[in-house]
């Protein structure tokens, strides 16, 4: 009798009385980790408007850990940045060696796509010489906020496209140079892979 029950429940399920359960939804919740890589460019201003529309590569690594509540997914996400960000015009020049920041991330996930807004606290280290004696290397701190679209390709693998605006106010570099005070703005477009660590599958809640 066992055996006619189970060939019986066999046939309705192959006959289309029962479906395949769901998929569950792809969960963005957990610790990841990534590289980017991409363009940036600044605008020092007043002492150095001069050197304005200075540009370069900018390429690093990030970690972060998002959390997931329905369709809405935010964390926290720091990330280091070595720069190529520079120019020079005759004895005077100014460049941006490194970036960092470290952001929270409020989005919303469509299950394997993510649009996030980012906002949090960015560091650059400067250097900069107005010729003569007026040479500066100091690391400036400041605020940062961006944008992004973020894309499972595997179910530990995401890619991102994101722009970042950071802005480090006015700092005076050269206490005994008149109008020596620099005031950076950077912007970065910049493509990034994430690898999601521990549990790759976790169904919303």
Do not use: C
């Not at 960000?85 to 991330?105: L, V, Y």
């Amino acid at each position: 009798m066992l055996g006619a029950t189970q060939a019986n429940a066999a046939d309705i399920y192959h006959s289309g009385g029962m479906k395949d359960a769901p998929a569950p939804y792809h969960s963005w919740a957990g610790l990841y980790a990534g590289l980017h890589a991409g363009y940036a460019w600044s605008e020092y201003g007043e002492g150095f408007n001069f050197l304005n529309d200075a540009d370069g590569f900018s390429g690093g690594a990030q970690i972060g850990y998002n959390i997931q509540r329905g369709i809405i997914v935010f964390g926290i996400e720091g990330d280091f940045s070595l720069t190529d960000i520079g120019n020079r015009r005759f004895a005077s020049e100014a460049e941006t060696d490194w970036t960092a920041s470290i952001r929270g991330r409020l989005g919303v996930s469509t299950d394997w796509a993510l649009f996030y807004a980012t906002a949090g606290v960015a560091f650059a280290d400067v250097y900069a010489d107005a010729g003569g004696p007026f040479k500066d290397d100091d690391t400036l701190v400041g605020y940062v906020v961006g944008a992004g679209f973020e894309k499972m390709v595997r179910d530990n693998i995401s890619v991102r496209l994101e722009y970042l605006y950071a802005d480090y106010g006015d700092e005076e570099l050269f206490k005994a140079l008149a109008d020596g005070d620099i005031d950076l703005e950077t912007h970065t477009v910049r493509l990034g892979v994430n690898f999601k660590i521990g549990d790759r599958h976790e169904a919303l809640k």
